[in-house]
T-cell receptor, first 113, second 111 residues
């Protein structure tokens, strides 16, 4: 089955700087790549996604890049703020939305002043 | 908007005990999911259901049963709790799309 690897377990960034989280996947059939955020003591909530028919998607300070050839996707957070501190999970879906998501292990992002 | 409710919030069980976790959603979503979150291991899919009375196994289904009694509810049963087991069980739902909405979780501790 699909495997998603999230390459950084932790990431510290100075407030105002950019943060980049990288993920790779194994199944070429995967076509949907969402990112979820989990703040301390809370559940996951959706932040942004990208489908395989595009290679870039931006939403305010968040940008997702997808490189299908390398089976790699990344989340870029610009102008980081303290409220960006959280665990970020990348995920992939093997094509059929109903089959659920395969998650990476998460990256703990800490934004310091 | 809608909400996903999970009960109980905390569940303490004994080794070998059968334990049931419940999930309710009022989004009117068709598909519901159960994930297990272990510290340092991310989320793993246990079961999912695309409609009432449907059940599909995920990668981690061994040791669990599930039941989709009606569209709005999805239960998960740990058939025999393992000693020292600790995990958070997350329920999610989606409406014919990839985006999933997650509940607050049930934290399981087995003594």
């Amino acid at each position: 089955g699909e495997k998603v690897e999230q390459h950084q377990s932790t990431l510290s960034v100075r407030e105002g700087d950019s943060a980049v989280i990288n993920c790779t996947y194994t199944d070429t059939a995967s076509s949907y790549f969402p990112w979820y955020k989990q703040e301390a003591g809370k559940s996951l909530h959706f932040v942004i996604d990208i489908r395989s028919n595009v290679d870039r998607k931006q939403s305010q300070r968040l940008t997702v890049l997808l490189d299908k050839k390398a089976k790699r996707f990344s989340l870029h957070i610009t102008a980081t703020q303290p409220e960006d501190s959280a665990i970020y999970f990348c995920a992939a879906s093997m094509g059929n939305y109903a089959q659920g998501l395969t998650f990476g292990l998460g990256t703990r992002v800490s934004v310091f002043p | 908007g809608g909400i996903i409710t999970q009960t109980p919030k905390f569940l303490i069980g004994q080794e070998g005990q059968k334990l049931t976790l419940k999930c309710q959603q009022n989004f009117n979503h068709d598909t519901m999911y159960w994930y297990r979150q272990d510290s340092g291991k991310g989320l793993r899919l246990i079961y999912y259901s695309i409609t009432e009375n449907d059940l599909q196994k995920g990668d981690l289904s061994e040791g669990y049963d599930a039941s989709r009694e009606k569209k709005s509810s999805f239960s998960l049963t740990v058939t025999s709790a393992q000693k020292n087991e600790m995990a958070v069980f997350l329920c999610a739902s989606s409406m014919n799309s990839y985006e999933q909405y997650f509940g607050p979780g049930t934290r399981l501790t087995v003594l």
